[in-house]
Nanobody, 124 residues
Framework: QVQLVESGGGLVQAGGSLRLSCTASGRTRDISSMSWFRQAPGKEREFVAAESWIIGSTYYADAVMGRFTISRDNTKTTAYLQMNSLKPEDTAVYYC?????????????????WGQGTQVTVSS
């Protein structure tokens, strides 16, 4: 089993920045990729960004391309989501998710482990 804990959410003004962290514990060697998803009130959970922990490739949703950056630390136990130029429409609960699959995927049902979520609120 893998446990994921997010942190770093909060309230920020439009145009500001936040960095989310996701710390993994347990069988971290099972992790092939890490991703971030978000869910706004009344909306479905949507893909934000993903990184392969095997080859380091990354993948972003169009809505965050050029503003958000996914990365990890060298110990491969913590993933980050650097969010710049935040907009009110970025307001959501942000979740990190880990997958054992070798291929990057943006579909939530392909991920094996989920964190509890952290709230990000962007005021206008």
């Amino acid at each position: 089993q893998v446990q994921l804990v997010e942190s770093g959410g909060g309230l920020v003004q439009a145009g500001g920045s936040l960095r989310l962290s996701c710390t993994a514990s347990g069988r971290t060697r099972d992790i092939s990729s890490m991703s971030w998803f978000r869910q706004a009130p009344g909306k479905e959970r949507e893909f934000v960004a993903a990184e392969s922990w095997i080859i380091g490739s990354t993948y972003y949703a169009d809505a965050v391309m050029g503003r958000f950056t996914i990365s990890r630390d060298n110990t491969k136990t913590t993933a980050y989501l650097q969010m710049n130029s935040l907009k009110p429409e970025d307001t959501a609960v942000y979740y990190c998710a880990a997958s054992r699959a070798l291929v990057l995927d943006s579909r939530p049902d392909t991920f094996n482990y989920w964190g509890q979520g952290t709230q990000v609120t962007v005021s206008s």
